[in-house]
T-cell receptor, first 114, second 117 residues
Framework: GNSVTQMEGPVTLSEEAFLTINCTYT??????LFWYVQYPGEGLQLLLK?????DKGSNKGFEATYRKETTSFHLEKGSVQVSDSAVYFC?????????????FGKGMKLTVNP | GAVVSQHPSRVICKSGTSVKIECRSL??????MFWYRQFPKKSLMLMAT?????????EQGVEKDKFLINHASLTLSTLTVTSAHPEDSSFYIC?????????????FGEGSRLTVL
């Protein structure tokens, strides 16, 4: 079935450090891929997405490229800020019963120190 | 942007009692809402799809008589944990998509933390 495997962390970085969060997936067909972020005390928010191979999603300095050959969607940011401290979830969609449903990875908690 | 609100954000109850959690879409209509359960250090697990005006669709392994879902209007879905036990303690999250869009961004509530004593 469809599944997502991502780095679990937790990870602590200093401000301005480079960030990579690995995410690989297993899926039938061609799913859409997502990164969601959950800031402390808030609900999940869509950070970025990619709907087909070689697409690059980007938002708030974060980027991820849909790599079909390696079934990966790694999240990167060149210089993290304290405000990036959050839990990051990789996810994909699967279609079931006429509706699209999200399948999530386990999430990775990132703490950025000043 | 679109907002989904859950209530209560935290609830503590005694074993054997029932607890209702509400999920509201505040500025859009949602014919479909999703209920997730999140365990510590685990991913979000989809429990069921809530369909306005019809029965919810439950994922495999989720007890429909245990987790009652009612989607009575286009802006409200409720999850009732019946005869709660300590193992039901968890973080419950709902999400919804604007009905006007066949596909599109899912908006998530802030989550409801249930603790069963």
């Amino acid at each position: 079935g469809n599944s997502v495997t991502q780095m679990e962390g937790p990870v602590t970085l200093s401000e301005e450090a480079f960030l990579t969060i690995n995410c690989t997936y297993t899926a039938t067909g061609y799913p859409s891929l997502f990164w969601y972020v959950q800031y402390p005390g808030e609900g999940l928010q869509l950070l970025l997405k990619a709907t087909k191979a070689d697409d690059k999603g980007s938002n708030k300095g974060f980027e991820a490229t849909y790599r079909k050959e390696t079934t990966s969607f790694h999240l990167e940011k060149g210089s993290v800020q304290v405000s990036d401290s959050a839990v990051y979830f990789c996810a994909l969609t699967r279609r079931q019963g006429g509706s699209e449903k999200l399948v999530f990875g386990k999430g990775m908690k990132l703490t950025v120190n000043p | 942007g679109a907002v989904v609100s859950q209530h209560p954000s935290r609830v503590i109850c005694k074993s054997g009692t029932s607890v209702k959690i509400e999920c509201r879409s505040l500025d859009f209509q949602a014919t479909t809402m999703f209920w997730y359960r999140q365990f510590p250090k685990k991913s979000l697990m989809l429990m069921a799809t809530s369909n306005e005006g019809s029965k919810a669709t439950y994922e495999q392994g989720v007890e429909k008589d245990k987790f009652l879902i009612n989607h009575a209007s286009l802006t409200l879905s409720t999850l009732t944990v019946t005869s709660a036990h300590p193992e039901d303690s968890s973080f419950y999250i709902c999400s919804a998509r604007d009905s006007r869009m066949a596909t599109g961004e899912l908006f998530f509530g802030e989550g409801s933390r249930l603790t069963v004593l």
